[in-house]
């Protein structure tokens, strides 16, 4: 079955950019959006943003001026870069599936979340 | 933005009883609601998306109802399994997609 890994630095200084990867294992990359969900500790789900595997985005307004993510279907990943991180950015970082372009099913598969703490 | 408030905030109950758990949206989000269910140090897991449909592997204990703005998922008999913490999650026509703040189903 598809699994997803994330992967990146566990810590970022603050004003620099925090870049994760997510592998997706067992399936392919392509023909599925993918999304990025963050919780900072003790705190709830929001949503980051989504690609589809041709590459097109949609980014939350909140953070839009800050987030990009990029698609690399040669490796079946994806991966998000948060630039001029505060502490506020401290959370667990999730990626997940997000439906297809035949159907949609929910955010069915879920990373385990990676954990990224700001701080110098 | 489409806000989702979800009650009540902490549901005390005995395993065997039956939960219902609400989700009200700001604006109509048509069927597009998900519900998902999260265990401490673990990633949220899809229960139920399109408002009703069980995703796949979800016991039929687990259901979901609504449309419009007013969504509920209802839990038919607790298993000792089924205490954590639930998220709904609307995708409207225009992100950004959005979570509820979570109703935590503990033990009485």
């Known amino acids: 079955q598809v699994q997803l890994q994330e992967s990146g630095p566990g810590l970022v200084k603050p004003s620099e950019t925090l870049s994760l990867t997510c592998t997706v294992s067992?399936?392919?990359?392509?023909?599925?959006?993918w999304s990025w969900i963050r919780q900072p500790p003790g705190k709830g789900l929001q949503w980051i943003g989504y690609?589809?595997?041709?590459?097109?985005?949609n980014y939350n307004p909140s953070l839009k001026s800050r987030v990009t993510i990029s698609v690399d279907t040669s490796k079946n990943q994806f991966s998000l870069k948060l630039s001029s991180v505060t502490a506020a950015d401290t959370a667990v970082y999730y990626c997940?599936?997000?439906?297809?372009?035949?159907?949609?099913?929910?955010?069915?598969?879920w990373g385990q979340g990676t954990t990224v703490t700001v701080s110098s | 933005e489409i806000v989702l408030t979800q009650s009540p905030a902490t549901l005390s109950l005995s395993p065997g009883e039956r939960a219902t758990l609400s989700c009200r949206a700001s604006?109509?989000?048509?069927?597009?609601l998900a519900w998902y269910q999260q265990k401490p140090g673990q990633a949220p897991r899809l229960l139920i998306y399109d408002a009703s449909n069980r995703a796949t592997g979800i016991p039929a204990r687990f259901s979901g109802s609504g449309s419009g703005t007013d969504f509920t998922l209802t839990i038919s008999s607790l298993e000792p399994e089924d205490f954590a913490v639930y998220y709904c999650q609307q995708r409207s026509n225009w992100p950004p997609w959005t979570f509820g703040q979570g109703t935590k189903v503990e033990i009485k």
């Open positions: 067992g399936g392919s990359i392509s023909g599925y959006y």
């Open positions: 997940a599936r997000d439906g297809s372009i035949t159907g949609y099913y929910g955010m069915d598969v």
């Open positions: 604006h109509s989000v048509s069927i597009y």
């Open positions: 690609i589809y595997y041709s590459g097109s985005t």
